[in-house]
């Protein structure tokens, strides 16, 4: 298990430094640049407040965008998740099934190693990678605090990424899983990323309509805290996030463990074979 | 009761959706021969060999790998196995003593890196020329050197030689020998008919997802159609030899010579050419590629 843990942090390194630099980079700035932004002078309430509300709707912390918490919230957790999400679908897409497609799973297999255990050390891999992006996000706010004053403990930005972490692993769990269904990795991926970005504007269209309302409040987000994390964790959230994720994960893992391995390349939609055993 | 059969398999059938691939493959080999799997495309090798290593459950039968059931433990049979996949794919930006490293962890690093340098170097492998820039026959190499590596029990090699050039094939059947030799079993799929001539103690022949024959390779000559050239001292009524059961009279000239087409036994025949004056008889058999293209042939007249 352990040598497919290293081997899919080996493989992730391309995507870790890049998304890890990205994030990195992100906060710093932003983290940097909340002091001037309030130092300059301009009424940012006003400015904003002149947006039309369609706008502001996927904002809704931008009317306290002075305060510590609106800030974050509007340039870091309302749109970030979504971002760093695309990661997560795409990594956890491509985790079992990249080699399926490329034809390396068939030797792979082949060695003595279990459909559990490569499976296991394959997502704590995927873990592992998520959780070194989010702690190079997490070290960019905390560096900065001296230079700027945003002035919370290194615990209350460390609450920030909690919920954060538990989101991902959702998202990540729902690619796998659909991975193991659809066809092709791409596909899962896509439709994940997708699912993600119209969960991003649910978000702001139940702000303005409130039929989808209750739409929404059965969707991830309206489950994650954002910045409220920040004065105290909602555990029930987390777990329920958590949770969900790590189901989905158990399910992909009953589905790998009975699943045909291709050759290579994409496969088709249709029922999987394993449904047909009448030996085992 | 110690287990005679390397490989085992009763009864397997396969289906990929609607398609079936194997209508009751029934296999058996021994440990310590070499076996050819021979067959034309798509006739089912590939699909029995990952049912063998559990990379596609069969829908029925059942698989035996040295007694063991590779779907119930998996990583049991897969210590004893080295395998050599049909389409060989291999990490791209990696270099063949990285891929082999990698593969070496996966089998808990009990590899002799000696022995692997031997076998590398027996194939003139290069273990740190980029994998991305290699050829399909050095690729294969990599292969082949992963599939050897441990030493194994058993080898399944689907298609061995492919890509390689003469000279490395020959190598490879060496070292096929050479772990046969040592103990092991070899499994291996070919279109090579010289192939599996040269290396194979015995044959399957598999044919639209059923084995067909097994044997070995000169029982699967005898077993198949050959040809008798008969010359007699005086004319003779051959139709006699012709009323013969699995006897058919091809050719004749004047009396004196007849071209006899043989399946089966040649015990009647034999008896009946006692009463005639025969002054010389030639048996033409088959050779192997000969008795496969019939194969061949009887599946596509099948298919049409």
């Known amino acids: 298990m352990f040598t497919e843990f290293?081997?899919?942090?080996?493989?992730?390194?391309?995507?870790l430094l890049g998304w890890s630099i990205g994030l990195g980079l992100y906060g710093l700035l932003m983290a940097w640049f909340y002091p001037y932004m309030f130092d300059s002078g301009?009424?940012?309430?006003e400015i904003y407040g002149s947006f039309p509300p369609e706008m502001m709707a996927f904002f809704p912390s931008i009317e306290n965008i002075a305060s510590p918490v609106g800030y974050l919230d509007t340039y870091f957790l309302s749109y970030i998740p979504m971002i760093i999400g695309i990661f997560a679908a795409g990594a956890c897409a491509n985790m079992?099934?990249?080699?399926?497609?490329?034809?390396?799973?068939?030797?792979?297999?082949?060695?003595?190693?279990?459909?559990?255990?490569?499976?296991?050390?394959?997502?704590?891999?995927?873990?592992a990678g998520l959780v070194i992006v989010l702690l190079v996000s997490y070290l960019s706010w905390v560096i900065a605090p001296p230079f700027s004053d945003l002035g919370f403990t290194l615990m209350e930005f460390f609450n920030m990424f909690v919920p954060l972490f538990a989101l991902l692993v959702l998202v990540g769990g729902?690619?796998?899983?659909?991975?193991?269904?659809?066809?092709?990795?791409r596909m899962a991926s896509s439709l994940t990323s997708a699912l993600l970005i119209a969960n991003f504007l649910l978000v702001g269209l139940s702000n303005i309509n409130e039929n989808l309302q209750p739409l929404y409040d059965v969707t991830p987000f309206a489950f994650f805290q954002g910045a409220g994390a920040i004065d105290g964790i909602n555990w029930n959230w987390f777990a329920g996030l958590l949770g969900v994720g790590?189901?989905?994960?158990?399910?992909?893992?009953?589905?790998?463990?009975?699943?045909?391995?291709?050759?290579?390349?994409e496969g088709s939609f249709r029922l999987p074979d394993w449904l047909r055993l009448k030996r085992k | 009761m110690e287990e005679t059969f390397a490989i085992k398999t009763e009864g397997l059938v396969k289906f990929y959706g609607k398609t079936q691939a194997l209508f009751g493959v029934d296999l058996e080999v021994e440990q310590g021969e070499i076996m050819g799997f021979l067959g034309p495309n798509g006739a089912g090798k590939t699909t029995t060999i990952r049912c063998l290593l559990d990379l596609i459950r069969p829908q029925e039968g059942n698989v035996s790998m040295?007694?063991?059931?590779?779907?119930k433990d998996p990583v049991d049979v897969r210590k004893m196995v080295g395998y050599l996949p049909g389409e060989l794919s291999l990490?791209?930006?990696?270099?063949?003593?990285?891929?082999?490293?990698?593969?070496?962890?996966?089998?808990g690093n009990s590899i002799d890196w000696n022995y692997v340098r031997e076998l590398a170097k027996k194939i003139h492998l290069d273990l740190n020329t980029p994998i991305k820039t290699l050829s399909k026959g050095n690729k294969q190499k990599i292969g082949v050197v992963q599939a050897l590596m441990h030493k194994p029990k058993l080898l399944i090699m689907d298609e061995p030689t492919s890509g390689l050039d003469p000279l490395i094939q020959q190598e490879v059947y060496k070292l096929l020998k050479e772990a046969r030799e040592n103990g092991a079993t070899v499994f291996f799929s070919s279109h090579i008919i010289g192939e599996v001539e040269a290396l194979a103690d015995r044959v399957a022949?598999?044919?639209?997802g059923r084995i067909i024959e097994e044997a070995n390779p000169s029982q699967l000559k005898l077993m198949t159609m050959r040809q008798m050239r008969i010359r007699f001292k005086e004319s003779v009524d051959l139709q006699a030899l012709d009323n013969i059961e699995g006897v058919e009279l091809l050719h004749k000239m004047n009396g004196v010579e007849a071209t006899l087409q043989i399946k089966g036994d040649l015990d009647k025949l034999i008896k009946k050419l006692a009463e005639f004056p025969v002054s010389d008889i030639e048996i033409m058999r088959p050779s192997l590629e000969e008795i496969f293209l019939k194969y061949y042939k009887e599946d596509q007249e099948e298919a049409i």
């Open chain 1, 6 to 15: 290293k081997h899919t942090l080996r493989k992730m390194k391309g995507s």
């Open chain 1, 42 to 45: 301009m009424d940012f309430a």
């Open chain 1, 96 to 127: 079992i099934s990249k080699d399926e497609e490329a034809g390396i799973l068939d030797l792979l297999l082949s060695y003595p190693v279990s459909r559990t255990k490569m499976f296991w050390g394959r997502f704590m891999g995927f873990i």
């Open chain 1, 174 to 185: 729902f690619a796998l899983l659909l991975s193991m269904l659809l066809p092709s990795k």
């Open chain 1, 246 to 265: 790590l189901g989905f994960t158990l399910l992909s893992w009953f589905l790998f463990q009975r699943r045909d391995i291709r050759v290579s390349g």
């Open chain 2, 66 to 71: 040295f007694g063991l059931d590779p779907f």
């Open chain 2, 91 to 107: 990490e791209t930006n990696m270099k063949p003593k990285a891929q082999l490293k990698y593969y070496a962890e996966l089998r």
């Open chain 2, 205 to 208: 022949i598999i044919r639209g």
